[in-house]
DNA sequence: ACGCTATGGTTGAGCTTTCAACCATAGGAG
DNA sequence: CTCCTATGGTTGAAAGCTCAACCATAGCGT
């Protein structure tokens, strides 16, 4: 077993306000979505996904992908909005195991309807206390953040 | 209601990076402990506050601010680290309705076991990948968002 | 064609978190 | 002292997430 590298004073002061300020943002933005639009923020982000792909539909590994959750997370979730009538599953025929998540009518209508308080919390907790240069830093800090992280992001790195 | 202001493409595209690299951190900080010490983070940062305090002890409600966590959720996280006799209640004298945790001698042995491979995976996910630089716009980006953030962090703010 | 492994996705159990309701005590104001 | 409200903390139910196990099809090598 080596040495252990503890944190520096620095490392963990940052490392601190790192859990806090994300702890308060996302506890922030989960808390108005649900107050406002009865939904977690996890559904928000997988209709958006849905909005923008052609004809609103993904196959269900890409969805999750895209979003970074587990495969497992994702099958729940989408069960879940499939019973609000939000999304609906189709089969994929060029590979019998796919399938396809798709945002319906009533599903495109409430995101449109939670988006704007969404957007504005956002700015309220986080753009609209930096100054310009340090959101290109935090842009280009997450970017190589996210880069290093693991890839397809399941199973590999932790056994 | 008033025009929406929406994200501009820069923003959007430095929120989607802020999303995606905070969720790759919070999965792969709270797989290696589950994996290699069977606790959430959760515990672990409670353990921590509770290992510096004086007496290894502090006020429910304490614990709950620093870690900005909601007191229901402390309370239930508390009560299974005590049955894991990880930690212990006591009352408060001067204070009736008001509790303290205390952190055991069994919860603080399993605190420094869990720590170095933690912090481990907190330098190869965030530290070892920034320049130092960045480490420091990181720190001064966290405080400001942690400062301009709701404060006491719990009703007041989201009806 | 056969068998093997890899991939896409789902499922259920168990644990964590949230929300709202709740109890008890504290600390004033009248 | 007696309300009346605020504070500290707990609780139970409902919702979400994770993990591991699972099923089905794909796609390769032989």
């Given at each position: 077993m080596a040495e252990v590298r503890w944190l520096s004073?620095?490392?963990?002061r940052v490392w601190r306000n790192y859990l806090a300020a994300t702890r308060m943002l996302e506890t922030g933005i989960e808390r108005q979505l649900q107050r406002d639009s009865h939904m977690p923020a996890t559904y928000y982000?997988?209709?958006?996904?849905?909005s923008e792909a052609p004809d609103r539909t993904l196959r269900m590994s890409e969805l999750a992908e895209r979003n970074r959750f587990s495969r497992s997370r994702l099958s729940h979730a989408v069960a879940r909005m499939e019973a609000e009538g939000w999304v609906e599953r189709r089969e994929c025929p060029s590979d019998k195991r796919g399938a396809f998540a798709v945002?319906?009518?009533?599903g495109f209508a409430v995101l449109a309807d939670a988006a704007p308080g969404h957007v504005e919390q956002v700015r309220s907790l986080l753009f609209d206390n930096l100054t310009d240069e340090q959101i290109n830093q935090l842009g280009e800090i997450c970017a190589t953040i996210r880069k290093a992280g693991p890839d397809p992001f399941a199973g590999i790195w932790i056994p």
């Open positions: 004073k620095e490392h963990q982000e997988i209709m958006v996904s849905l945002l319906t009518e009533a």
